[in-house]
């Protein structure tokens, strides 16, 4: 079974700090992904990764960075946390098509 | 972009009903998926399905690729199967899935 794992369920920050959120994959898939998702608006995607240290800008980018040093790794990366980054954080791995999603980290930016 | 519109929003039903939603999506696409977001947030897969019919137990799936809409049939419901039902497509440009506003499913006992 494939098998996708987020560092934390949830995850308090304050305004400003750096967040770091991680997800990590055991099917030796070659894309990676991360999504928000928020009430009224869906999921959307933040960034993907075809490969690793590739990074692909998805449709809502601002105020995020991405990193993939190893394939099963694809660390999100909240450089100065705002309020309106408040959100459910969803990542997700492929090889061919069907993704596959890990548990979701709640973050909350007080 | 393609858009992807899920139907109904919301569906209340009995325990041991039947119900179908549907998905409906503006341009050809290469692939399709169905999930069920649970009560904790993740989203589990249900099916992966380009055309044709799948099963799965007490679920089933039709995708006609030529119409451009996929069903989800759940048969004799369960209160387990409440939460949030979406379908997401796969666009000819890659392997971005774009996601339906999902249909949020209440079985009461």
């Known amino acids: 079974d494939v098998k996708v794992t987020q560092s934390s369920r949830y995850l308090v920050k304050r305004t400003g700090e750096k967040v770091f959120l991680e997800c990590v994959q055991d099917m030796d898939h070659e894309n990676m992904f991360w999504y928000r998702q928020d009430p009224g608006l869906g999921l959307r995607l933040i960034y993907f990764?075809?490969?690793?240290?590739?990074?692909e800008k998805g449709d809502i980018p601002e105020g995020y960075s991405v990193s993939r040093e190893k394939k099963e790794r694809f660390s999100l990366i909240l450089e100065s946390a705002s309020t309106n980054q408040t959100s459910m954080y969803l990542c997700?791995?492929?090889?061919?098509?069907?993704?596959?999603f890990g548990p979701g980290t709640r973050l909350t930016v007080t | 972009g393609i858009q992807v519109e899920q139907s109904p929003p919301d569906l209340i039903l009995q325990e041991g009903a039947n119900s179908t939603l549907r998905c409906n999506f503006s341009?050809?696409?290469?692939?399709l998926q169905w999930f069920h977001q649970n009560p904790w947030g993740q989203l589990i897969n249900l099916f992966y399905i380009p055309s044709g019919t799948k099963q799965n137990g007490r679920l089933s799936a039709t995708t006609v690729a030529t119409e451009r809409y996929s069903l989800l049939y759940i048969s004799s419901s369960q209160t387990t199967d409440s939460g949030v039902y979406f379908c997401?497509?796969?666009?000819?440009?890659?392997?971005?899935?774009?996601f339906g506003q999902g249909t949020e499913l209440s079985v009461k006992p």
């Open positions: 997700a791995s492929s090889k061919w098509g069907e993704q596959y």
């Open positions: 997401a497509v796969y666009n000819n440009q890659g392997g971005k899935l774009i």
């Open positions: 341009d050809s696409v290469n692939n």
């Open positions: 990764s075809y490969d690793v240290k590739m990074k």
